[in-house]
């Protein structure tokens, strides 16, 4: 029986502790050889490690020398390969510099370099001026939240020239180049600048309609004191020398004296800048001292607009009244009614200078009740490119089809209807766009609106004359122009059109000062962020802040009135538009020059009867007189079967007169039918062919109810089955 702790050796069979290999032998416990790494029981041929020999001193000094060789090569060859490593980070660390990139802003009319407002930057010595320049915008937009690298952006030198070339020189830019330019020791001392390219090209900024009045009159200053200087001087090469004097202002009894005698004198090299109060031209050193001493001397100065203008309002008495006064001139022979040559001529050049891309016309075809909605979805699709052509109308399930007659005519009025209810609210006779219409915005409703007004003016149809008049400035000369005619209130619901008609109705310091010291002031003074104190306000105030009231009520109207700006700009209808305001004014805002009288309507009217003395003529006459019976009373009186527009719609395809001109109407008459089987008498309805502006009423009227009747079942004939007839 084996001993507690111990096991047998299967090698020399003796009684051995239990270890993992035999003391005696050191076979006979071992799971593998120490030699050759086998498991169990080790070959013969396997050497064991008690067989190893011994070393000798010689043989181990030789091993020792050859390991100890072997380990400072390695050591040697390790530290090579780190110092060519080291030396090549160390040449990538050492190309890399860092200098400073700051900004500039244009400040009163000057370019300023802001302070604080520093960038370090890390660039190669071998970088191009576009390089750190898309470098710094990077650096600046990561630094500063208000910073809008999305903008144009110019880099400049300190001396405020573009960096493209080395100064002085024709080396294109580097960091190196400049650096050495310099001769700066350190590159942390070379300073670059970044500036908005409309700062630093300010001259050729576009600019606003009064900017450009304003030039002009200081270029017209500038040429008549030049002249008469120069006329007065017997050399003509000291012409850039000559000084002119600018004149002493003087108040007295509320009105601005302007003195000839003057005191300073300025350069005509020098660049003046006109008084905001007296409008005296004064050089940048001067401008600011003297434009306060007016100010304290001239308290009681009524608000002065520019070009003489005084405030002018939009009410609807002051609109009667203009119109009332305009001249309506007629041409005789021509077959059409004009409201004026002016309109006449250039409604017509425009309409000829429209840029059409071929020679043929684009079919549309619409329907009935969705007029506007078919335009649109025509129109967005990508593939419609020729957008600026003449339209084909016809209606889907009717006879007629034409361009620009009286088909197209009915398309555009009925359009226009559904723009006007869809997309505008407001006096009818001046709308403002519906707040509600945003998303109209984003999927280009707004744009095919005026799309629809300029084909509408272009292609013979009717005027979209209901807009209201502030619109159609902003169309004209955006807000400035707007600002020129301050309207005498707003809506008298809202917080700001209450404060808008007490701050235009203030004329004293002190009603003014009551006006907005309250709490619906500090309110309204909040919500146009206006930082001034109302108790400091003055006269001098007055227009600015009506002018911000006006600006935030219209503030959501802009994206509206800019789309519709792109759509009229589809036929290059813009610059015909800003360049005679007054001839479109009349076609986009309400005027009496294209609504129908009962005796224009009359006059345009040419009856064809039967031969004098025929019993036919007698049943016309007859006829006749009841047909102007109920247009006298369609015209006047106050609820009408219809109203004389429908007629006109009816017999024109347009309720009103068209910018163009329109046709001579006709008026025939159709003989009675025979009577029914029932024994009833014919019951025809009026008929009409709109190209040709005929209309065709039967004869068998008796009454003018039964006219009315009639002509009433023939409109809703048209509005539910359409023209059988063009």
Not at 116 to 143: P, Q
Not at 235 to 260: G, M, Q
Not at 521 to 537: E, K, M, N, T
Not at 664 to 682: H, M, T, V, W
């Amino acid at each position: 029986m084996a001993e507690a702790g111990k096991v047998k050796c299967k090698q020399c069979q003796s009684m051995v502790p239990d270890k993992r290999f035999c003391g005696s032998c050191g076979h006979g416990l071992l799971k593998y050889c120490m030699d050759c790494g086998n498991k169990g029981k080790c070959d013969e041929s396997c050497e064991s490690a008690s067989s190893s020999t011994t070393l000798n001193l010689k043989q181990f000094q030789a091993a020792k020398t050859k390991q100890r060789t072997e380990l400072i090569s390695k050591k040697n060859n390790n530290k090579q390969s780190k110092q060519s490593t080291s030396t090549k980070s160390t040449k990538e660390r050492t190309d890399k510099v860092t200098i400073k990139v700051g900004l500039m802003v244009r400040d009163k009319g000057v370019l300023k370099k802001q302070r604080g407002n520093w960038a370090n930057l890390s660039v190669s010595r071998s970088d191009s001026a576009d390089i750190v320049f898309k470098l710094a915008i990077e650096k600046h937009s990561s630094l500063d939240q208000y910073f809008c690298g999305s903008d144009d952006y110019l880099l400049l030198y300190p001396d405020e020239k573009i960096v493209d070339k080395i100064p002085s020189s024709e080396e294109t830019f580097t960091v190196k180049k400049y650096k050495e330019f310099l001769k700066e020791p350190s590159y942390e001392r070379v300073k670059l600048y970044l500036c908005l390219e409309v700062d630093f090209m300010s001259d050729n900024v576009p600019k606003t309609y009064l900017e450009k009045q304003e030039d002009k009159k200081i270029d017209d200053y500038f040429n008549s004191n030049a002249a008469d200087k120069a006329s007065d001087s017997d050399d003509d090469e000291n012409i850039e020398n000559i000084t002119i004097v600018p004149k002493r202002i003087e108040v007295k009894d509320d009105v601005v004296v302007i003195n000839a005698d003057a005191e300073a004198k300025t350069n005509l090299t020098e660049k003046n800048y006109p008084c905001p109060t007296c409008r005296t031209l004064f050089s940048l050193m001067d401008i600011e001292t003297h434009a306060d001493e007016c100010a304290n001397n001239a308290p009681n100065m009524p608000i002065i607009i520019d070009d003489e203008e005084t405030f002018t309002s939009y009410n609807e008495e002051a609109m009667m009244e203009q119109m009332q006064t305009e001249p309506r001139e007629e041409t005789q022979g021509t077959g059409r009614v004009l409201q004026s040559e002016e309109v006449r001529e250039i409604v017509q050049t425009t309409i000829n200078s429209i840029e059409v891309k071929d020679n043929e016309s684009i079919n549309l075809i619409v329907f009935r009740g969705s007029c506007f909605k078919d335009f649109h979805n025509h129109f967005k699709k990508p593939w419609r490119d020729r957008i600026a052509a003449k339209l084909c109308i016809k209606f889907a399930g009717e006879v007629g089809r034409d361009e620009g007659g009286g088909v197209s005519r009915e398309f555009y009025t009925e359009a226009l209807k559904e723009v006007k209810q869809d997309y505008f609210c407001g006096v009818d006779n001046a709308m403002e766009p519906l707040l509600t219409s945003s998303h109209s915005i984003v999927d280009g409703k707004v744009k095919s609106i005026g799309h629809l007004f300029a084909s509408s003016i272009c292609n013979h149809g009717p005027a979209p004359n209901f807009l209201a008049p502030w619109l159609f400035d902003y169309i004209v000369g955006g807000v400035e122009k707007m600002f020129k005619v301050l309207p005498v209130e707003l809506d008298r619901e809202s917080q700001l059109g209450v404060m808008y008609s007490k701050v235009y109705q203030a004329s004293t310091i002190e009603l003014l000062k009551e006006a907005v010291v309250c709490d619906d002031g500090y309110a309204v003074f909040q919500a146009i962020g206006y930082r001034a104190l109302p108790r400091s306000i003055t006269l001098q105030d007055k227009e600015a802040l009506l002018r911000t009231i006006l600006l935030k009520k219209m503030e959501p109207y802009i994206p509206f009135i800019e789309s519709l700006m792109q759509g009229l700009q589809v036929f290059q209808l813009l610059e015909p538009i800003r360049s005679n305001p007054d001839v479109f004014r009349i076609i986009f805002c309400h005027s009496d020059m294209l609504l129908w009288s009962y005796e224009m309507f009359i006059e345009r009217l040419r009856v064809d009867f039967a031969e004098d003395g025929s019993n036919v003529k007698q049943l016309q006459l007859s006829c006749y007189r009841i047909f102007l019976e109920m247009c006298e009373l369609s015209f006047h009186s106050e609820n009408p079967p219809f109203k004389l527009g429908s007629l006109l719609q009816f017999v024109t395809g347009a309720e009103s007169i068209l910018p163009s001109g329109i046709p001579q109407l006709i008026l025939k008459f159709k003989p009675p039918c025979a009577k029914r089987n029932n024994g009833k008498d014919c019951a025809c309805l009026p008929e009409a062919s709109t190209c040709a502006s005929i209309l065709i009423i039967p004869l068998h009227f008796q009454t003018v109810e039964d006219m009315f009747q009639s002509f009433c079942e023939a409109f809703s004939h048209v509005k539910m089955h359409g023209f059988g007839r063009s």
